[in-house]
Structures are given as C-alpha cells and as structure tokens.
C-alpha cells in the first residue's frame, strides 16, 4: 500500500450543491455557432441536436450565457423577435469562425437560449451588461424574460412567441469588470453594481413570482475582492450588500502546450489547477471579513484547462485529453471539500471551446474525456460532503509538492458512501487503502468504476476513439471495513459503498 485515506462519515462538511456542476457557454468561437446551434438553419433544424442530446444526458444543474466578455458588450435586445430581422453586430472579444471577422448573427438569444435550458432541464444563469450597458436594459431583461403581467416588454415576450414568463434565478452583473468589462477599480465596480442591483433587485419582490439571486463578479486578486466588499458593505450608501454571490475565474495551464508536454509539465499544470483551492480560501475570507452580517457564496464562475494552444484566433479550441480530464476531476474533489462556501461552479465551456465537453466537427459530436469525469462525480450531487485524510505519496514540482493520491467524499441520505479517487501520478501506479469509518465491514456492497486506465494522457480524443475513454469496472478488495483498489497511472475512480 502506498496511500491511505480515511473517511470520515460522521464529519459533515455541508451540501455538495448540484450547482457545483455547472458550466458556461459564451458567443465565442464555435460554442454556440456550430456548437449548440447551426450557423444557418439546417433541414428546417437550427439546434444541433446531437449536441443537445449529449447535453441533456450529462444532467447539467445549471448554464452560464452569454459571457464572458461577450456579456459586457452584448444587447439582448438584438437577439429577440423574428430571427431574419435581428441585426448583425460585432463581436468584440471573440471571432465567430477560425477564419472570418468577428461577428455576431444574434440567431442565438434569449428564448433560443431559455428554451435549450427547458429542453436538457438545467437552470439559466444570465449575465448582463455592465460594461457597455446601464441599468435599465438589464431591468428590462428580467421583466421581458420573467414578468407575467401586462406590460409591454411582457407582451412583446409573448408576441416572440413565449406566453408563460421564463424562470431565471440566477443574474450576473457584470463580468470581469477589473478587465474586459471595463477595466474598473473595485471602488467604481461597487458602485456600478449597486446601480444594478438597485433596479435588477427590485424586480422580484413585487412583479415575479420567484426570488432573484445577484451575482457579482469577482478577481483572483483577493486584495481587489476584499476592497470591493468593503465598498459593497458600505452602509452609508443605503442597502447593505444587495448580492448573493461573489465569483472568481480560475484557468489554469497556458504557459503549456499539451502537444509538447512531458511528464514534468504535466505535474506543474496539476499543481497550478489545485491552486483552486487557495483562490476559495481566500475569497471566502474576503468575503468573511466584511460581510458579518450575511451568508455570500462563493461561485466558480469560470474554470478549466485553458493552454497554449487555445489562442483567440482559433476559437479558443484546444485538444480534450486525458491530462484536462485529471485536472477536472482533482478540481472536483476540491469543490466537494469547499461545500461549506461554494454555492455554484461553471466550468468553460460547454461546446468546443477551452476545456469543454462536448467537441464537433462536421456533422460528428462526441463526449470528451471531461464529460466521463462529471458524470463519474455525479453521484456526489446533493449529497453531504465528508471529511476525508489522506496519507499519500507526493512528488517535488519546483517549490511545490504535488500529492499524487488526492480524493474526496460524500454521503446520501440513505447513508450510502461515495468516494472519488484520482491518481494524478502520470508515472506510476498505486495502491490505495480506503478506511470508512463507521462502515459495515466485509459484507458492505461495493460498486466502483475506473476512468483512463491504459489511456496517454496526451492523447487527442476524437469521434473515432472517444468510447474508448468511459469507466470500466474496477476491481475492490474489501476487507473489514476497509477496501483497497489499485490505481494506473492518471486514473480517476469512482466508488460507492452502501
Ligand atoms: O472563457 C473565455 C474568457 O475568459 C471569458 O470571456 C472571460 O470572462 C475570461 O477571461
């Protein structure tokens, strides 16, 4: 035995919210165009449908759109009413195809959008227009989408052919408000978010039937995040701290190329993607030491692999492989051991683009190895978090140690145990003891799946081998209560003990 891990059922960390894993699509590249929708309309169908039933298998709780940076220049207005009337605008940020000038057809918009979440029954997440737009169009956004009385922005929801208002809880206001959303200082993004929330905020007390949740958009510098809590705490100004969420953004990997990488590389990128843990800790501690007065939580609002490869030219596409899916599913655990503070995490992005799930070309679409991991953690979702320690092998990366054996833990409420492992050595093997305390010895029933055994973890995934990459069964040894696996190289498991 080279690792051990202990988990402590009776420890309760707090709920794993489904939320945990979310993702996001933004109007960049071909995550939306020619990911999710047709550039133009085919047989009659815009909705690329084998995309949406890839979609719709992965159980997704939650979808953050438009952006991104795209947000903070988009007007949803373009994108509503009859699709051959909408205009044609620039995309600022981001081009459309690998090869034409940024542009943006505004085929896709709002009830485009809102219908996807109804039909793979995940909740929408909005993110409005800060940088470039004001208060008001965002107000009108939540009236046009949610309000069921007799206005005319309700109306004209309805002429558009929508009669019952859209559910939408979640708001974003703003995006990366420090940089593409205008470039502010955490003082003058607090105060462009209370006149946002001000007017979006008022919404939901009188005119919908649903509660609002407002999501501001935080850094991964936690000096920035702490002053601009200050500012948003200020009591002077009225409200106090009118949010619900804060975020941060988290890529990691750019400096490598996943073309080039070696062994070494691999451990640097796996230690910087565990930086993820210290960007909670310290956001939530920004938030802890200002806002006494209420619960905030945290939202990984963006996350994911994001190297060399994918420059902006190219759509953001980059490979999916193996290596990416490790680091997800370390990032996972990692979630799960923040429950007490996470209340949402969006990994980027859905289609095509960064470390998404799904990848087309032509007319293929196909799961990458990524989607294997979400859907192996799924069981996690809802569950109760629980404590876990790990005596693990570690390995030297420059000034940092890299655990190699890393896992987390959860328990539902039928007391049935989940346990991720991943084995993030791409070098060697090792076997893993799990002790559960509390368990009911050898005559536990032990069900557990492997991910990426005997698969290089640099290994472009494509149409013609990604079924090669699904869990295969995993051979448990149990005995008393405690059970022991054996774990390939860059290996990911998943295992349940009732
Ligand atoms: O996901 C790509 C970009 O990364 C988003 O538009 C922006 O929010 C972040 O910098």
């Known amino acids: 035995?080279?690792?051990?891990?202990?988990?402590?059922?009776?420890?309760?960390?707090?709920?794993?919210?489904?939320?945990?894993?979310?993702?996001?699509?933004?109007?960049?590249?071909?995550?939306?165009?020619?990911?999710?929708?047709?550039?133009?309309?085919?047989?009659?169908?815009?909705?690329?449908?084998?995309?949406?039933?890839?979609l719709d298998d992965l159980n997704m709780p939650v979808l953050r759109w438009p952006g991104g940076c795209f947000a903070d220049d988009y007007h949803?207005?373009?994108?509503?009413?009859?699709?051959?009337?909408?205009?044609?605008?620039?995309?600022?940020?981001?081009?459309?195809?690998?090869?034409?000038?940024?542009?943006?057809?505004?085929?896709?918009?709002?009830?485009?959008?809102?219908?996807?979440?109804?039909?793979?029954?995940?909740?929408?997440?909005?993110?409005?227009?800060?940088?470039?737009?004001?208060?008001?169009?965002?107000?009108?956004?939540?009236?046009?989408?949610?309000?069921?009385?007799?206005?005319?922005?309700?109306?004209?929801?309805?002429?558009?052919?929508?009669?019952?208002?859209?559910?939408?809880?979640?708001?974003?206001?703003?995006n990366e408000n420090w940089g593409c959303g205008g470039q502010m200082t955490p003082e003058q993004y607090a105060r462009e978010y209370r006149r946002f929330a001000t007017y979006v905020g008022s919404m939901d007390n009188l005119m919908l039937d649903h509660d609002l949740e407002l999501i501001a958009c935080g850094f991964q510098n936690h000096t920035w995040n702490r002053r601009f809590m200050e500012e948003i705490g200020n009591t002077n100004w009225g409200v106090e701290f009118p949010l619900d969420h804060l975020t941060l953004h988290h890529y990691y990997g750019r400096t490598m190329s996943v073309a080039e990488a070696d062994e070494e590389k691999y451990d640097k990128f796996l230690i910087e993607a565990l930086e993820m843990d210290e960007h909670i800790e310290r956001i939530a501690a920004a938030i802890d030491a200002v806002a006494t007065t209420r619960d905030i939580g945290v939202i990984i609002d963006e996350w994911?692999?994001?190297?060399?490869?994918?420059?902006?030219?190219?759509?953001?596409?980059?490979?999916?492989?193996?290596?990416?899916?490790?680091?997800?599913?370390?990032?996972?655990?990692?979630?799960?051991?923040?429950?007490?503070?996470?209340?949402?995490?969006?990994?980027?992005?859905?289609?095509?683009?960064?470390?998404?799930?799904?990848?087309?070309?032509?007319?293929?679409?196909?799961?990458r190895p990524t989607?294997?991991?979400?859907?192996?953690?799924?069981?996690?979702?809802?569950?109760?978090?629980?404590?876990?320690?790990?005596?693990?092998?570690?390995?030297?990366?420059?000034?940092?140690?890299l655990s190699l054996v890393r896992a987390s833990a959860s328990v539902d409420d039928k007391g049935e145990t989940y346990i991720t492992v991943t084995n993030l050595d791409c070098r060697g093997t090792h076997t893993v003891e799990i002790d559960i305390e509390g368990a009911a010895s050898a005559s536990s029933d032990v069900d557990a799946a492997v991910l990426f055994e005997e698969q290089d973890p640099d290994l472009k995934v494509d149409a013609n081998n990604a079924d090669a990459f699904v869990a295969e069964d995993l051979d448990v040894t149990v005995e008393s209560d405690t059970l022991t696996v054996e774990l390939e190289p860059s290996t990911v498991a998943g295992i349940s003990v009732q």
């Open 1 to 54: 035995t080279d690792a051990r891990i202990t988990v402590h059922t009776e420890a309760g960390i707090d709920r794993i919210e489904p939320e945990l894993h979310g993702h996001f699509s933004e109007h960049l590249g071909r995550c939306i165009y020619d990911g999710i929708w047709h550039s133009q309309e085919s047989d009659d169908e815009w909705f690329r449908e084998d995309v949406v039933s890839l």
């Open 76 to 174: 949803w207005e373009d994108g509503v009413g009859p699709r051959e009337e909408r205009p044609r605008r620039r995309n600022l940020f981001w081009s459309q195809d690998r090869s034409e000038t940024p542009e943006e057809p505004n085929t896709f918009g709002t009830h485009e959008f809102l219908d996807l979440c109804e039909r793979i029954g995940t909740e929408p997440y909005l993110a409005t227009n800060v940088g470039s737009g004001d208060p008001q169009e965002a107000a009108n956004w939540v009236e046009y989408t949610c309000y069921d009385g007799d206005t005319e922005l309700a109306d004209r929801r309805r002429e558009n052919g929508r009669e019952e208002p859209y559910e939408v809880r979640y708001w974003g206001l703003g």
């Open 304 to 367: 994911g692999a994001w190297h060399t490869e994918a420059v902006a030219e190219s759509g953001l596409e980059q490979p999916g492989t193996v290596i990416d899916a490790l680091s997800a599913a370390a990032v996972l655990d990692v979630f799960n051991h923040h429950s007490d503070v996470l209340t949402m995490s969006n990994i980027a992005q859905t289609v095509n683009v960064l470390q998404c799930l799904v990848e087309t070309e032509g007319d293929e679409a196909w799961a």
């Open 371 to 401: 989607y294997r991991v979400f859907d192996l953690y799924a069981p996690h979702k809802g569950n109760e978090a629980v404590q876990t320690s790990i005596d693990t092998p570690t390995r030297d990366v420059d000034d940092n140690e």
